[in-house]
């Protein structure tokens, strides 16, 4: 199963430039996760609504032109019971569209696979402490569906560098948003109740593999990076990843799409 998560910053202007359309051709994933879709169903064409290959599922926000998250599934998948939700209980900003999730049984095993755009917490002292709610809303989340016997994939772009590595420059970061210890400590939190980063599971001390270039500054040009696009799942699924890697050679967005091919 290859699933790859994509933040694409407006799905409407990805398929208005055929980035979408190529990368459709190119990477061919099972499940497709999106960030970012910056719209609404009514809006989206007939390629982005009634694709021959994929089931799509969107959760848009109730403000026009923002957030918004998707999940499109191949058709020829053998699931069952395939289910779309939208929330994470509890969880704040439920009419930003920041969660698409869809549950499934895939040769007897009960699986939840989550699309999340995760807050930025820039705006004000209000959404700080949102984004820091939603945090762990979502992690007593992943936690509960974990110990109902689920197996969870939470994919999506999570607004947070973890550690120096992960991003190009920690030093003149340290304590911003996107690098303050409040996130950093979440995604500590989350690797103590025994989940893994999955592409840290196999590349550890990889350094200069990001996921977010600022597009102001070129920065994408030199590299200049964060990892903020992640994967997430139990460590007693890491022996059936096969590969997971950033696909930084995909334009398109400021993000480049992350890629997880896992046997289920």
Not at 34 to 62: C, M, V, W
Not at 130 to 158: E, P, S, T, W
Not at 225 to 233: A, E, P, Q, T, V
């Amino acid at each position: 199963m290859k699933i790859i998560s994509w933040n694409v910053n407006g799905i409407r202007a990805v398929e208005r430039k055929g980035d979408l359309q190529g990368f459709l051709e190119t990477r061919d994933p099972d499940l497709f996760l999106l960030q970012e879709i910056k719209g609404n169903r009514e809006q989206f064409s007939a390629f982005l609504t009634e694709h021959p290959d994929y089931d799509q599922y969107y959760h848009s926000a109730e403000k026009k032109g923002y957030s918004g998250t998707g999940v499109w599934v191949r058709k020829s998948l053998d699931l069952k019971d395939v289910t779309f939700h939208t929330n994470v209980p509890h969880a704040p900003n439920a009419d930003e569209g920041r969660i698409a999730h869809v549950s499934f049984t895939h040769e007897d095993k009960e699986w939840d696979v989550f699309s999340i755009y995760f807050p930025n917490g820039g705006k004000s002292e209000e959404a700080w402490r949102d984004k820091i709610v939603f945090y762990d809303r979502v992690l007593a989340y992943m936690n509960d569906l974990h110990q109902q016997g689920r197996h969870v994939v939470v994919g999506g772009d999570m607004n947070v560098a973890h550690t120096a590595i992960d991003l190009a420059r920690s030093k003149e970061n340290d304590g911003k948003i996107g690098f303050h210890p409040e996130e950093r400590a979440w995604v500590d939190r989350v690797i103590a109740s025994g989940w893994v980063d999955a592409y840290r599971a196999l590349y550890p001390e990889q350094e200069d593999v990001y996921s977010w270039w600022d597009m102001v500054t070129r920065a994408r040009e030199r590299n200049v990076g964060w990892r903020i696009d992640y994967f997430f799942l139990r460590s007693e699924l890491v022996p059936q990843i096969k590969k997971i890697g950033y696909l930084s050679d995909q334009y398109g967005s400021d993000h480049c799409p992350i890629s997880l091919e896992i046997t289920m």
